[in-house]
């Protein structure tokens, strides 16, 4: 388990990073203000990981034990506005896609392990890392006034989260090392998220 342990913040870091991405891109079609922008990255990046702290019982949340994400993105948002300009005209919509994918894949997974971690039964922790991968992106776009991508999408979302997840406690119980079972099933998400928007594949 202190394997699992050493490996959380690591992909956190990634997925709190990727999620916010996001959340930026999506606020700023929105035109919102500096407040506005913040308040969307964060519930993106720490929404699905805070429920997930609710619902264990863990404490403290995972954003105030590692504050040094709130700050990042705290001065992320200060410079947000000109770089996604910027990246407006020169970065394909894809890779906003992408930065959504690897937002959902590094946190359901980390979820998962956090939940693992803690004893929970198998079926726990897979829906743990759901919940974490998951109900950031619902907060966004509730506050953006949208109906939720995991209810409107159509492609595997929430599906390939549980797969990853499912994967990842395969793997640990077959005696995997926690950093190569939590990079492999991670990008497992990632690449079902992926291949499934890039070949319309849909749950209809």
């Not at 894809?94 to 803690?118: K, N, P």
Request: aromatic fraction near 10%; proline fraction near 5%.
């Amino acid at each position: 388990m202190r394997a699992e342990q050493a490996v959380v913040p690591a992909i956190e870091f990634v997925a709190v990073m990727a999620a916010a991405f996001s959340g930026f891109a999506e606020a700023r079609t929105k035109n919102m203000d500096p407040v506005g922008v913040f308040t969307v990255a964060f519930v993106t990046a720490f929404g699905g990981g805070t429920l997930r702290d609710v619902l264990l019982d863990r404490r403290p949340f995972f954003w105030v034990e590692h504050q040094a994400y709130v700050v990042l993105i705290l001065v992320l948002t200060l410079i947000a506005t000109p770089l996604l300009r910027l990246a407006q005209r020169v970065v394909p919509p894809t890779l906003f896609v992408v930065a959504d994918a690897i937002g959902l894949g590094f946190f359901s997974i980390a979820g998962t392990a956090v939940a693992h971690e803690l004893g929970s039964p198998p079926i726990v922790a897979a829906l743990m890392g759901v919940v974490t991968g998951v109900f950031g992106g619902v907060l966004r776009d509730v506050i953006l006034n949208e109906v939720p991508m995991v209810l409107r999408d159509g492609k595997p979302y929430a599906l390939a989260a549980l797969v990853g997840c499912v994967f990842y406690l395969l793997l640990m119980n077959a005696g995997t090392p926690a950093s190569l079972a939590t990079w492999i099933a991670a990008a497992l998400i990632v690449a079902v998220r992926l291949v499934a928007w890039r070949w319309n594949w849909t749950l209809r």
